[in-house]
């Protein structure tokens, strides 16, 4: 089975423009999780969906940062507009449904605003 | 809130020695999980080995094995045999269920001496 893929794997950005990343959690994955990594602040979570519901996005920095998830299959983070701050990598991590299964984590998504 | 110290920024090990990673957590709940994940050059998150708080007995997972002391909130993991391979962030994380979110200590470098 593939794991989850996420999409672009780098971007380059000028400050102000709109961003958006995507992610395909693994096939019958419940869970969807959206992390980033930064120097300063280290792994975070931003926000998770359940069934594509959010459930948590108490992470979400301000009203900048978005999220979505249409289906079972695909779900995006937008930034709009962007800003030098918000350089990082984000990943995606799916689990199935089970209080006891572990999250995989997808490559990651290398963002750098100028 | 939960929390996960890594007081460890760096350790190095000489190839085929064993090498132990420290980890401390901070939670008021009695059932959660630990979970250790590397993260090589690649950035990819690998989830090495977990533990499940109600199991008193250690997880291990080939050369990969952990000492979970729940009265001391301690988890370590200890590599044996260490290879060139092994060279990684080392994150240790916390979770109250498995599909809830993680909380990841600040990591450890490690480097594998030839």
């Known amino acids: 089975d593939a794991g989850v893929i996420q999409s672009p794997r780098h971007e380059v950005t000028e400050m102000g423009q709109e961003v958006t990343l995507r992610c395909k959690p693994i096939?019958?994955?419940?869970?969807l999780f959206w992390y980033r990594q930064t120097m300063m602040r280290g792994l975070e979570l931003l926000i998770y969906f359940n069934n594509n519901v959010p459930i948590d996005d108490s992470g979400m920095p301000e009203d900048r940062f978005s999220a979505k998830m249409p289906n079972a299959s695909f779900s995006t983070l937008k930034i709009q507009p962007s800003e030098p701050r918000d350089s990082a990598v984000y990943f995606c991590?799916?689990?199935?449904?089970?209080?006891?299964?572990?999250?995989?984590f997808g490559p990651g998504t290398r963002l750098t605003v100028l | 809130a939960q929390t996960v110290t890594q007081s460890q920024p760096e350790m190095s090990v000489q190839e085929a020695e064993t090498v132990t990673l420290s980890c401390t957590y901070d939670?008021?709940?009695?059932?959660?999980?630990l979970f250790w994940y590397k993260q090589p050059p690649s950035r990819q998150m690998i989830l090495v080995i977990r533990?499940?708080?109600?199991?008193?007995q250690n997880a291990t997972e080939n050369r990969f094995s952990v000492n979970f002391q729940k009265a001391a909130k301690s988890f370590s993991l200890k590599i044996s045999d260490s290879q060139l391979g092994d060279a990684a962030m080392y994150f240790c994380a916390y979770s109250r269920f498995g599909n809830e979110k993680l909380t990841f200590g600040t990591g450890t470098r490690l480097t594998i001496i030839p």
């Open positions: 096939s019958g994955h419940d869970y």
């Open positions: 991590a799916s689990t199935p449904k089970r209080s006891t299964d572990t999250q995989y």
């Open positions: 939670t008021s709940e009695s059932d959660y999980y």
């Open positions: 533990q499940e708080a109600y199991k008193q």
